[in-house]
């Protein structure tokens, strides 16, 4: 809907982007990055806390979460929240973090069935019977 209304939406794996935000500690291009995701209207982090995360993923996404406030973020992920805090180094900046995404956000919960098993390739095997040209 945001979209269709005009917004600027940017959609990323969490991984990806805390990879590009390691790049910018690298070449000191980090703040430009930083900025280049705050522009966006709406951000969408893919597959959050899919893993553990080091004290710099930690960190960029804390200054991430803090520089968009005000700005829509969606976050998808398999986990429930109460399930991200081990995941940071820091109890703090986990507290800080999470307390600023969990509290000021709607949560919708999806239970059910993937959906990814309808989007594999079908076994040729379990293909309806086709005449076979000779």
Do not use: C
């Amino acid at each position: 809907m945001a979209i269709r209304q005009g917004a600027h939406v940017r959609f990323a794996k969490t991984s990806r982007v805390l990879a590009d935000l390691a790049g910018g500690h690298a070449d000191r291009t980090w703040e430009k990055r930083l900025h280049e995701l705050v522009r966006f209207d709406v951000l969408i982090l893919d597959d959050f806390a899919m893993r553990q995360l080091n004290a710099t993923q930690a960190d960029d996404l804390y200054e991430l979460v803090f520089a968009r406030q005000g700005k829509s973020l969606i976050i998808t992920s398999n986990r429930s929240p109460s399930d991200w805090y081990p995941l940071f180094p820091n109890p703090v900046v986990a507290e800080s973090l999470l307390d600023r995404v969990i509290n000021t956000s709607h949560q919708v919960i999806m239970n059910g069935p993937s959906y990814r098993p309808n989007k594999r390739p079908r076994n040729p095997i379990d293909r309806p019977n086709k005449p076979q040209v000779t």
